[in-house]
């Protein structure tokens, strides 16, 4: 039963607080940015520029107005010095807000973008130029979080906290579509900001969550150890959340800039996963007065998953096409295009 789709507010409850995103305001927020994108490819000035030493500037936008343990690679792969080398004067720009990410790359206000693969898709359906360059991780690990295990079967007539977004809730469809059960045999609530303190505050039974998110945030302002219930588990496409992307017009334009600016990425990735101590004190370092204890909770969940991935930032059709198929089933676009239109392994170093 969905009593009135409440919004529960959620504030923060600690300082620095840097993740709170599955595909949650993300993809409430990308209503705006389809509609904006559709003059995304108009302004776009692709031509290569350079910095006063030489090398080119890249400009790189993120995924979220406020660094999260997501970023790690690649301020690793910048403390370093890998961009650097390469020739590469690399600016790492957070967006304004989690809807402007693909504005910057589609209108070529930014060269690269670390996004999502949901964004891609919402933004290739406005005709904007942009494909996925890597996949950051291979595996879906958005699902249910609870205190204690569940059976799906038996969610019928709880509370679900979750997020307002098209994609939560199409995956929790799916999810007790899988088991007989509809969105209208759970009470959502709906978190603004985040879903964590409803659970901790026992106002919600079960909540939405990604493994490197909610879970941490629950084991560090919780003091337990989460339930997980995979939704690639109960009929969801197992895609990855998270992926890498360029714009073409400036993929064309500097092909072998880009090829170096993804190698330089998979060395920050594979030493941020050799040693993750090292890449929590660059992190660190980079953005003081973050609340290390989680981003090192998540950058760990996070480093789990990556390290699985084999070789690192690859993409394939077969991912593509289940999170396009479900898009299309759940009517988050009415149609798509081929699987290898939305990315491309042209830029991955050989």
Known sequence: MEIGYPIIPTPSTRKGRTMKFNFRSRVAALAVTAIASTGLVACADNSKEESPDGRTAVNMVMEWPVADAFWTPFLVAQAKGYYSDAGID???TPPPTVSDTMKFLGTGQADIAFTTTLDVVFARDQDAPVIATGAYGDTNNWGLIARDPFDLSDIKGKTVGIYNDAWSRAQLTIMLNSVGLDISDVQLVTA????????????????TGVTNAESPDVRINGG?????????????????IFVVAGNTEWLDQNPDTATEFMKSTLRGLNDALADRDSAMKIFSDAYPGSDMAFIVDSWNATADILQTQNPPLTQSDGTWSALLDAAVEQGLVNSVGEPSTYWTDSYMPR
């Open 224 to 240: 337990f150890e989460p339930f997980f219930m995979p939704a690639s588990d109960h009929g969801a496409p197992d895609a990855p």
């Open 90 to 92: 690399l600016t790492i």
């Open 192 to 207: 603004t900001d985040n879903t964590v303190p409803l659970l901790l505050e026992n106002r919600v039974d079960i909540i």
